[in-house]
C-alpha cells in the first residue's frame, strides 16, 4: 500500500511542476508523441500516476484486496483520469477564438494622446484585444488632445485614420 501512496504522490508532486515550469518539463516527452496537447503530455502522465496510485491504495486498504487486483483498478482509474484529462486539455488549447488584428480597429473608439495637426500625425490610445495600444493617427481636421476619435480605417500596422465623436 505504501508503494500506491507514493505513486500517488509522486503524481500530483509531477502535476504541480508541469503547471510551474510550465513549458520547460514538457520537452522531456516532445520525441513521445508528448507536448501540450499529446496523450503522453506531463499533466495527462501525472493524471494517471496519481490516480493509479491512490485508487489502488484504497482498493487495498478499503476492500482488503491483493496487489494484483489493485493495480488492476490503479491502471483503470488512471486511464480514465488519463483520458479526461488529454480530452480536457485539447479542449482548452482548440479555444476557436482568432487573435485580434489591426483591422478589427476599424470602427472602434479611443483617446487622443498626442494632437493630430491638420498635416502630420498624432497618436491615439485604441484598445485591441482589451489591451491598450498606442496608434499614430491621421485626421482630415486637427484634433485636440484629449478629444475621443472613432478608426475610420486602418492605414498600416502602426496607424489609423480617425474623426472626431460628435456628439
Not at 505504501?2 to 509531477?14: C, K, P, Q, S, T
Not at 502535476?15 to 520537452?27: A, I, K, Q, R, W
Not at 491504495?57 to 490503479?74: E, F, P, Q, W
Request: aromatic share 8%.
Amino acid at each position: 500500500m505504501v508503494w500506491f501512496l507514493g505513486f500517488g504522490i509522486a503524481g500530483l508532486v509531477l502535476l504541480v511542476l508541469s503547471s510551474m515550469f510550465d513549458g520547460v518539463l514538457e520537452g522531456a516527452l516532445d520525441g513521445l508523441g508528448g507536448g501540450p496537447d499529446g496523450l503522453l503530455s506531463l499533466p495527462v502522465v501525472a493524471g494517471f500516476v496519481s490516480a493509479l496510485g491512490f485508487t489502488g491504495a484504497l482498493t487495498m486498504g478499503a476492500a482488503g484486496t491483493g496487489v494484483g487486483i489493485a493495480t488492476g483498478a490503479g491502471v483503470v482509474a488512471g486511464g480514465v483520469v488519463g483520458w479526461l484529462t488529454w480530452r480536457f486539455g485539447r479542449a482548452l488549447l482548440r479555444d476557436g477564438a482568432p487573435a485580434p488584428r489591426g483591422e478589427d480597429l476599424t470602427g472602434t473608439s479611443g483617446t487622443v494622446v498626442t494632437a493630430i495637426p491638420a498635416t502630420g500625425y498624432g497618436e491615439v490610445l485604441l484598445y485591441l484585444g482589451g489591451q491598450p495600444v498606442k496608434y499614430a493617427a491621421k485626421a482630415a481636421a486637427p484634433v485636440a488632445r484629449g478629444a475621443e476619435v472613432w478608426v475610420e480605417s486602418v492605414l498600416s500596422s502602426t496607424s489609423v485614420a480617425v474623426r472626431p465623436v460628435e456628439r
